[in-house]
């Protein structure tokens, strides 16, 4: 019993989903990045084409660039400029290399720019120390991976409510929120299973709810249904959407262009440059489609018209 918990004290430790160390980058030595000065694609326009006030952004990248030290160094991003608003949801889309994971591990704290800045609801986060990033990003942040990375040895509702043990949120509410958080995710009658005793989709939901009981603003999926097929794929997004109609904001890295389709906005990434960035003015998809037990046979939202886009696993 002692054991299982200081396993799980190591898995969620400070982040609402995920060890620090999991976040690690994957796919070493891809593609450089290209130097490009303009970083003015980034920022979104109003439906009415101004630029927004930038007050009103729950996240902004400012002339965010990540340069590995090397010879010859590795720029990873360059001077990315991306503003993302309360209740968005994002795809970030982009080649196997392109800079997706770098960018959201600097979003979400867990990695720090070279140089530019992020700010977070109005707070400049490198002018955090390291306690306070911590306690913004468990406040604030909710990860989820491509890898479900629960504990095999506890509950369903164990892996949530755990993933609160660093809220200061005491047993019976975190059990209370866990619970809620799995409903959410439809998994309610799942509670007490065990990972192993869930289907892959299923697990992910698992993860998705760890990320959302503490009540994050956004949450942050790096290729969540990456290990999924399709079906599973499309239900955990209709979860992730349905997250976002709640209010929460979502931003999530796919390289499944229907899966992007789905999604309001789109934030394309080549060689470490926002190439593209697209709100939809419609929606894509029929919203009754979502949140429907089973995706329809064949649905694939629209076509994938890029099949380079390899996936970052
Ligand atoms: N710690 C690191 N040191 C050096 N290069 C890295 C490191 N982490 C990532 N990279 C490189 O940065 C580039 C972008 O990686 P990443 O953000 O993981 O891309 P994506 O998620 O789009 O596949 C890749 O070329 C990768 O090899
Ligand atoms: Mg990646």
Same mark, same amino acid.
Request: charged residues 0%.
């Given at each position: 019993m002692r054991r299982d918990r200081r396993e799980s004290d190591v898995a969620t430790a400070a982040v609402s989903g995920a060890p620090e160390a999991m976040s690690g980058l994957e796919n070493p030595a891809v593609t450089p990045g290209v130097a490009d000065d303009s970083g003015t694609l980034g920022t979104p326009l109003d439906a009415d084409g101004t630029m927004p006030a930038s007050n009103s952004a729950l996240l902004s990248l400012r002339s965010v660039t990540k340069t590995y030290p090397g @010879? #010859? #160094? &590795? @720029?990873? &991003?360059?001077h990315v400029n991306l503003e993302i608003r309360p209740g968005e949801d994002v795809a970030v889309v982009g080649p196997s290399g392109s800079g997706k994971t770098t960018m959201l591990s600097i979003m979400g704290t867990l990695d720090q720019p070279t140089s530019g800045q992020v700010w977070i609801d109005s707070v400049d986060v490198s002018s955090l120390n390291e306690a306070a990033r911590a306690r913004l990003r468990a406040e604030t942040i909710g990860f989820v991976f491509q890898q479900f990375f629960l504990l095999p040895t506890l509950t369903a509702l164990d892996n949530v409510a755990e993933g609160m043990l660093y809220r200061g949120i005491r047993r019976h509410e975190r059990r209370t929120r866990a619970m809620e958080a799995l409903e959410r995710v439809g998994l309610a009658k799942r509670a007490h299973h065990r990972p192993g005793e869930l289907s892959g989709g299923e697990q992910q939901r698992v993860a998705i709810a760890r990320a959302i009981a503490g009540g994050p603003r956004v949450l942050f999926a790096d290729e969540p249904t990456g290990a999924l097929d399709q079906t599973a794929g499309h239900r955990v997004v209709d979860y992730l959407q349905s997250i976002a109609a709640d209010g929460t904001t979502v931003v999530v890295i796919t390289h499944d262009q229907g899966l992007a389709a789905r999604f309001s906005r789109r934030v394309s990434l080549l060689d470490g440059t926002v190439v593209d960035n697209t709100v939809s003015s419609t929606s894509l998809v029929d919203p009754r489609l979502n949140l429907i037990p089973e995706t329809p046979a064949g649905y694939v939202g629209v076509a994938a018209p890029d099949s380079t886009m390899g996936g970052s696993r």
């Open positions: @010879t #010859p #160094p &590795l @720029t990873v &991003l360059n």
